[in-house]
């Protein structure tokens, strides 16, 4: 999709996606979800150089990796509605046998998921490992990893860190979701970060932000200039400053709704902020 208005109508149907399949099952996290659609949208549809289908592998295809796998809701929608699965099975979201675990898992053989996600601190790990087998594989195309903000709080993801920045992964573009908020309330409160711009820096990474981390537009110019600096020696940090709960105002500058489904009511409120633009499941 080239279209900025195609881009905010697909967003507006996977939000659409979120809710309902987190609603039909009375259980996921709605809130994250929402506020990376269009980071998701835009990386789907605009930023990635994919191949059509799907191969394990990933050779000759630029590659992402869902690190704060709670998110699921958002990552099927957008694979779905990208073409990896059929839509309609976004209704099978956390039922018994379903492919669409509550964390995207491998062993059920879901197109578009490469690993399994959700034990928080790892995903970046396994993206710089696929990094490097791209350099070792003369493959060219980039990997892309999505971590959340309370998730840096994991050890392991600062090993990761500094491990890239030692070994010039530069075909690495790692985007945090910096919406300030996790499960028990905001970062700040629960173990602050502090500055994490200069934390990257620190580290030898470079660091583009990206302040309006809900706005299409602002999306793909932030990751356009995080790809011209991949190549040169260092992976990149993408800081993006998103909402969570975006686009429903009662789920919104709120840790509430990290994982709470909403009922009926909320859920006929939340639609209603979100008319249907390419069809529901």
């Not at 149907?13 to 099952?25: C, E, G, K, N, T």
């Not at 990761?160 to 910096?178: E, R």
């Not at 580290?203 to 302040?211: G, H, M, R, Y």
């Not at 260092?234 to 919104?252: A, I, Q, S, W, Y």
């Amino acid at each position: 999709m080239s279209n900025t208005q195609q881009l905010q109508d697909f967003s507006t149907q996977v939000r659409r996606d979120i809710l309902r399949m987190v609603h039909a099952v009375n259980s996921g996290h709605p809130g994250g979800s929402l506020g990376c659609t269009e980071f998701l949208v835009a990386l789907y549809q605009k930023i990635m150089e994919r191949k059509p289908g799907f191969e394990m592998n990933g050779l000759g295809e630029d590659l992402f990796f869902l690190s704060n796998g709670h998110i699921s809701p958002v990552f099927y929608s957008v694979l779905a509605r990208s073409g990896y699965f059929p839509i309609s099975e976004l209704a099978t979201f956390r039922k018994l046998n379903t492919r669409l675990q509550g964390h995207p898992t491998t062993h059920e053989g879901l197109p578009g998921v490469r690993i399994a996600s959700g034990s928080l601190g790892q995903g970046l790990s396994v993206a710089i490992g696929v990094a490097q087998a791209k350099k070792l594989n003369n493959d060219n195309h980039l990997v892309y990893a999505l971590t959340g903000d309370g998730e840096l709080q994991e050890g392991q993801n600062w090993e990761a860190i500094m491990y890239a920045s030692a070994k010039n992964v530069d075909n690495l573009i790692a985007t945090v979701d910096y919406n300030r908020q996790q499960i028990d309330g905001s970062t700040k409160d629960v173990l602050n970060m502090g500055n994490l711009k200069a934390k990257f820096e620190a580290f030898d990474w470079d660091v583009v932000e990206i302040t309006e981390g809900n706005n299409i537009e602002a999306i793909i110019a932030g990751m356009n200039e995080a790809k011209l600096k991949a190549g040169k020696g260092k992976p990149v940090c993408v800081l993006l400053h998103t909402e969570m709960g975006n686009g429903v105002d009662f789920m919104m500058h709120t840790h509430a709704w990290h994982g709470k489904a909403p009922n009926d009511e909320q859920l006929a409120n939340a639609l209603a902020q979100n008319p249907e633009t390419l069809g529901d499941y």
